[in-house]
């Protein structure tokens, strides 16, 4: 009994990763497609979203927000306020530090690209019933949320080994 619970769930995290990896690709090359015709990056977007949809914050809670390193989001965020879409401002509480946050043109963007998905997504489960909906999605964001814990912890230590 013990060994045929093992060998289904053995069975399962291998269908599991299959399919999120499939899930994956597929959402990432549509991000891709979808945001770059905004004129930026899958990652400036993540970023982009973080400060419109939690608002003004510093380099290193951006970085911690999107499960990346501090340069790589100031290259990122360089990137943005070139285009005008982030503005850094002095910190009033830490002059040494900077506060970033999404200007009117990033609000912009950011809605736009928004609606371009939700449109999307409406698409995707119009013929699903309310219920089943829910249920998808509250499967998706606990997998999400699962995935996201780990990663944070991964982040304070490489499970990885040698």
């Known amino acids: 009994m013990v060994g045929e619970?093992?060998?289904?769930?053995?069975?399962?995290?291998?269908?599991?990763?299959?399919?999120?990896?499939?899930l994956t690709k597929v959402v990432q090359f549509r991000d891709r497609d979808a945001i770059c015709c905004r004129g930026?990056?899958?990652?400036?977007?993540?970023?982009?979203?973080?400060?419109v949809w939690h608002g003004p914050q510093s380099v290193n809670a951006l970085a911690d927000y999107l499960l990346l390193d501090g340069s790589t989001v100031s290259r990122v965020v360089d990137a943005l306020a070139k285009k005008g879409l982030v503005r850094r401002e002095v910190n009033p509480e830490d002059r040494r530090a900077v506060i970033l946050s999404a200007t009117e043109a990033g609000r912009s963007v950011c809605h736009q690209i928004t609606e371009d998905m939700k449109a999307?997504?409406?698409?995707?489960?119009?013929?699903?019933?309310?219920?089943?909906?829910?249920?998808?999605?509250?499967?998706?964001?606990?997998?999400?949320?699962?995935?996201?814990?780990?990663a944070r912890a991964m982040n304070r230590g490489c499970e990885c080994g040698p």
């Open 5 to 22: 619970l093992s060998h289904t769930l053995d069975r399962d995290a291998e269908a599991l990763y299959k399919a999120v990896t499939k």
């Open 40 to 51: 930026i990056s899958v990652t400036q977007c993540y970023a982009l979203e973080a400060l």
């Open 120 to 150: 999307r997504e409406r698409e995707l489960i119009a013929d699903l019933e309310p219920e089943q909906r829910g249920e998808m999605i509250r499967l998706i964001d606990r997998l999400a949320g699962e995935y996201e814990e780990r």
